[in-house]
């Protein structure tokens, strides 16, 4: 479960301070699937990186389980980011110049677990995702869709037990998205992950189980 507490953030841009979430209380259930919807600098972002692990809020607290991780030092917050939360991107992020499978294994690159189980692991997750047969394939040799799917077992190849993402299917037209929804939607129940995505597309985000809304800061239930 996550549990916020009154989590502000705050930026200084130009000289002028920016409030990108102003005292958000939120409580997110282990295993709930949330869409986050809300205008362009809305706040929606940088909420996602407050669960991510990845940003400290500027004043109250952020609990995922029993850790508090708005308090933790840096290499601790690597720690969580590397064992218990998967992401997925708009952009992919695949590394142009490795093979499916390859970017598949980039997810252990901080871990200590031997090379033969890495691909292992990673053969099984591209198999989980349809790509059982494409392990070989460079980026540019896979479509839009198909390197999302790349991405997105490389997010849960490390068997997390929080799946983030942020417009996972921005970058893809109406029937790719759909498939890709599909696909997130089926791993989150198989699993049983605490999934959170952020998204402008109301087709996407009805989907989920709870949908909130991030404007100025502030979060409302849609």
Request: overall charge neutral.
């Amino acid at each position: 479960m996550y549990t916020l507490t009154d989590v502000t953030k705050t930026y200084v841009q130009k000289k002028r301070t920016v409030t990108a979430l102003s005292k958000v209380s939120l409580e997110i259930p282990t295993g709930q699937m949330v869409a986050i919807q809300g205008p362009t600098g809305g706040g929606k972002s940088t909420l996602l990186q407050m669960l991510g692990a990845l940003d400290k809020p500027t004043s109250g607290d952020v609990v995922l389980g029993d850790k508090q991780v708005s308090k933790l030092p840096d290499s601790k917050l690597a720690d969580i980011r590397a064992t218990e939360i998967g992401f997925v991107f708009q952009s992919f992020n695949l590394i142009p110049t490795l093979t499916a499978a390859e970017n598949v294994e980039t997810a252990f690159a901080h871990g200590t677990l031997p090379r033969d189980e890495q691909k292992k692991k990673a053969f099984a997750a591209l198999e989980s995702v349809g790509l059982g047969d494409r392990g070989d394939h460079l980026p540019a040799e896979l479509s839009g869709g198909q390197q999302q799917r790349v991405a997105i077992a490389r997010a849960l190849v490390k068997e997390p037990q929080v799946l983030l993402a942020d417009e996972p299917t921005g970058a893809l037209d109406e029937n790719t998205r759909d498939e890709i929804m599909d696909l997130l939607e089926g791993q989150w129940r198989d699993r049983g992950l605490t999934f959170v995505l952020v998204t402008h597309d109301s087709a996407v985000a009805r989907r989920a189980e709870r949908r909130l809304r991030l404007k100025g800061g502030k979060v409302t239930e849609a």
